[in-house]
């Protein structure tokens, strides 16, 4: 280092210690005047210590250059880090801005999913709801049809019993195989406080149904009734299993103007005769179709009065009666359809509030009226209140009572 630059270290001590304004004076070429050799001796030590000193001193400066650079290249490094830590803050920025994004759309798209869940949901609870309605109606219509049934069967399971018909041959023969094809009759039960209408025009009987209320005036009131269809199970299908009773026979061909007792008291009195064929008779029991059904104690005595056919029976005169087999049967198979009238009409709700035959001509009249719905009654069957009554029905396309 220059002369200058020493000048300015020493100076940095003290300008008042003489020994250093000798050495000052001695550094730059000034004639200084030293007072003894024990100043310079120890203006030299001093020299030497503060040369050592400098030289820590430089040291000390190379240390905090290099410190300093380090410094600066650290401070470099962070800024190059900071750089890239804020690049990386800014995409992270931008994904997670997108990432929002795309969540609030998933969310969208999940709240409309939801809402179309819960649409079809409510669709499928009001359909479920109307198919259990179905099903309860169903219910009951079934429960009907087999009360319906069971009154069905309960009539049929009567005796088989085949009156005589005169046939004539009509010229038409077919090799066709067939069953026996009757026209059978319905007997249907009707509940108190009820009518049974039969229109002769079909579209007149929809029209009253299609009303179903009907307000009905009297001499100083009004009664409403409702409209319902007649319904009834038919036999499809009757399959039978039959045998012939040995003991017992069936009478026909009887006459329809003699008291029952009488008659079958004359009946028992012919049959229990031997010369006219018969024996000793255990029971004797008229049919619902005025047939007669006579039951020996001895099954010998049925084959010859078969054979015969025909006997003659003094009643109050001579009558020509059918001596046939009694045959029973039991159903072994029945099948029912569930049949519709079509031109009658069932008005419930009627009460007791005059005579019956007042009520049916009210009736009657009212629903003979256009203006009210109906048109011309072929038949009129009424049933008041407490009472019990069958309606019997043709077995045909109409179903008239």
Do not use: W
């Not at 009734?225 to 017992?248: G, S, W, Y």
């Not at 008005?347 to 048109?375: A, R, W, Y």
């Amino acid at each position: 280092m220059s002369n200058t630059v020493n000048i300015h270290l020493f100076l940095s001590k003290s300008l008042n210690d003489p020994l250093y304004r000798q050495l000052i004076c001695f550094m730059t070429g000034c004639n200084c005047f030293l007072q003894d050799d024990s100043a310079v001796t120890n203006a030299q030590t001093i020299l030497k210590n503060d040369l050592h000193d400098l030289k820590k001193i430089k040291q000390e400066i190379k240390m905090c250059e290099t410190a300093h650079a380090q410094l600066l290249k650290d401070q470099q490094d962070f800024s190059d880090s900071k750089d890239e830590l804020c690049k990386l803050a800014e995409g992270f920025q931008k994904h997670s801005e997108k990432i929002k994004h795309e969540t609030e759309e998933e969310e969208k798209e999940h709240s409309r999913s939801m809402h179309d869940l819960q649409m079809k949901l409510a669709k499928l609870q009001e359909e479920e709801d109307r198919l259990k309605t179905v099903e309860m109606q169903m219910k009951d219509d079934l429960e009907r049809a087999d009360r319906l049934n069971e009154k069905q069967t309960q009539q049929t399971q009567l005796s088989a019993i085949v009156p005589e018909k005169r046939l004539v041959f009509a010229g038409d023969a077919s090799s066709k195989a067939g069953g026996l094809d009757v026209n059978s009759q319905i007997v249907y039960p009707m509940e108190g406080g009820t009518v049974l209408l039969t229109f002769e025009d079909e579209k007149v009987a929809q029209q009253v149904l299609a009303l179903q209320k009907h307000v009905i005036q009297l001499n100083e009131c009004s009664i409403t009734l409702e409209a319902n269809p007649v319904q009834f199970l038919i036999p499809k299908l009757i399959e039978m299993d039959i045998h012939e009773c040995p003991r017992c026979i069936l009478i026909s061909n009887l006459p329809k103007n003699v008291e029952k007792s009488r008659l079958l008291d004359k009946l028992e009195l012919h049959f229990s005769k031997t010369r006219n064929g018969g024996g000793e008779v255990e029971s004797i029991d008229m049919l619902e179709d005025s047939n007669v059904v006579i039951k020996f104690l001895n099954g010998d005595v049925t084959e010859g009065l078969v054979r015969k056919e025909y006997q003659d029976v003094q009643i109050d005169k001579k009558e020509r009666v059918r001596v046939t087999p009694f045959v029973n049967g039991e159903i072994t198979t029945l099948q029912t359809q569930l049949s519709v009238s079509g031109r009658t009409v069932s008005l419930t709700g009627i009460p007791s509030i005059m005579d019956e035959d007042t009520m049916q001509d009210s009736l009657e009249v009212h629903f003979q009226k256009s203006s009210n719905g109906g048109g011309e009654i072929e038949a009129i069957a009424f049933n008041p209140v407490g009472h019990n009554k069958l309606a019997v029905f043709d077995n045909d396309n109409s179903a008239d009572p």
